[in-house]
Structure formats: C-alpha cells, structure tokens
C-alpha cells in the first residue's frame, strides 16, 4: 500500500511539474520554425508606427520592418500577416501564439530580452521628446522638461523613460496616439523614438508644428520570438545575408532609416 501510494505522489510531482513548467514559459520552441512552416504563416506584431510598420493608401501594410518581414517570410516558405497588438501585451500575444514575433521597432530593454528570444540588433535608436516649436528652445536638456505632462505608449522604452526621470504622464495605446496628445494640447509632450520623430514631426510631415529637442538615452532594435525558438537565429541568418546582398540597405533607403543601420555580420 506505501508503495502503491509512493508512486502516486510520484506521478502527480511529476504532473504539476510539468504544468509549471509550462505555466512559467518552460515550454520547448527549439521547432518553432517547423510549427510556423506547418501552419504556412509568419504572423507579425505590430502598432501602427512609421516608418517601421504603417498602412499605404491602398490599406496595405508597408515600412522598414513590414518590408523585410515579407521577405523574412518568403525566405521560410511561408505567408506573412501582419496584426496590430496591444504593444503593453505583446509577451502574452507571443506565448499564447497568437502571433509568432514582435517585431515593431521593439528596443532591446533588459525586460524584454527576458522574455523573448531576440535577434541581434539591427538599428540604433533614441528616445526622445515631442513638443511644440513655439516653446521648444525652453526645453533643451533633461532637467528642463521635468514640469512637463507626457503622453506615451503604455509598455514602451517612452514609458521606461518616465519612470527613470520621475515625469508625469499618461499613457496611450501608441506612440502616434501620444503624439495626437501633444497636437491637440492635452499633453505638453510625449516621448517617443526618435526614427518615428524623424518621420511624424516637422516640415512636410502632418504635425508642422511640432519638433524634437531632449535625447532622453540611446537604444537598439531587435525583434523577439518565443523564449527558445529557433526562428531567432534564423532571422540572424537571414539578416546577414540580407546586408551582404544589399537588400537592408536598399529598404532602409526607401524608408529614410539607413543612417540607424547596424551592419550585419
């Protein structure tokens, strides 16, 4: 009877630890590349955020990212789809595979290289702040800015950054809404990265009147895959030899981004 009971106790520890191993993202993605060729789909989280991953007239998803992603899917043999996500959710959207990669300007922060497998980096970036011409030569450095209200995306490096400076902010869903925060004054600022800055603010774009002054840090993209999964080194792969063919460089051209390029080796 002990040791009948013994063998008992035996299979449910066994049973619960593999439940935790589960529950805790122990779970084996060495295949990922298989399951995601077996289902004959990349699917790819993003927010909507030029010059990255934004919609052409036509409603088609379009921008540096977009663009190598489709090729990144090509290269695998499979389709792309491309679906917005709430970016302050985007590792739950990953282990629960409705998408199979964040891959959206992401910065490499400690947390999220925690929690993904991430590729290696393939931009340089900053955070840095938005706010209107009129007032923009008061708010040259980062102790100037410190009375202001911000809008940022909720679970971004902008959002990291208001915690680091002690600011007061409210957060958004994306980066583009926290810009329209600005523009329509219920904000003074927002923070956000300074390619989307580069793109959004300034003359010939839609927010004329805005501009970017304070470099809050210096940062680096990287897209992130399940923990474990082997499409990250393929993704390393496939930038690699995406940058020894031209093909980076070409896109990063079309989208005005090839000064942030990190060469790929």
Do not use: H
Request: charged letters at 25%; one cysteine or more.
């Amino acid at each position: 009877m002990k040791k009948l009971m013994s063998m008992v106790l035996v299979g449910a520890m066994l049973v619960c630890s593999m439940f935790m191993m589960t529950a805790c993202g122990g779970s084996d993605n060495s295949n990922d590349m298989g399951y995601v060729q077996d289902k004959g789909v990349l699917v790819v989280g993003i927010t909507d955020f030029a010059p990255m991953d934004y919609k052409d007239d036509n409603g088609e998803w379009i921008g540096f990212d977009a663009d190598l992603a489709r090729e990144f899917a090509e290269s695998l043999g499979v389709d792309v789809e491309f679906v917005e996500i709430d970016w302050d959710q985007k590792e739950m959207e990953l282990e629960n595979k409705s998408i199979d990669v964040v891959w959206n300007g992401m910065t490499l922060t400690e947390s999220v290289q925690k929690a993904m497998e991430c590729s290696n980096a393939y931009c340089d970036n900053a955070q840095v702040v938005v706010l209107s011409k009129d007032v923009a030569d008061k708010y040259q450095d980062a102790d100037s800015i410190k009375d202001l209200t911000f809008a940022v995306e909720a679970g971004s490096a902008g959002a990291d950054m208001v915690a680091e400076y002690g600011l007061d902010a409210v957060e958004v869903q994306t980066q583009a809404n926290a810009v329209m925060e600005v523009q329509a004054g219920t904000a003074d600022a927002c923070i956000i990265d300074s390619l989307m800055a580069a793109a959004m603010v300034g003359e010939g774009t839609s927010y004329p009147n805005l501009t970017y002054t304070v470099k809050l840090n210096s940062e680096q993209y990287g897209a992130g895959f399940r923990k474990g999964s082997n499409l990250a080194q393929a993704l390393n792969d496939f930038f690699v030899s995406k940058w020894d063919d031209g093909t980076m460089q070409e896109i990063a051209a079309k989208y005005g981004v090839q000064a942030s390029l990190i060469p790929q080796e």
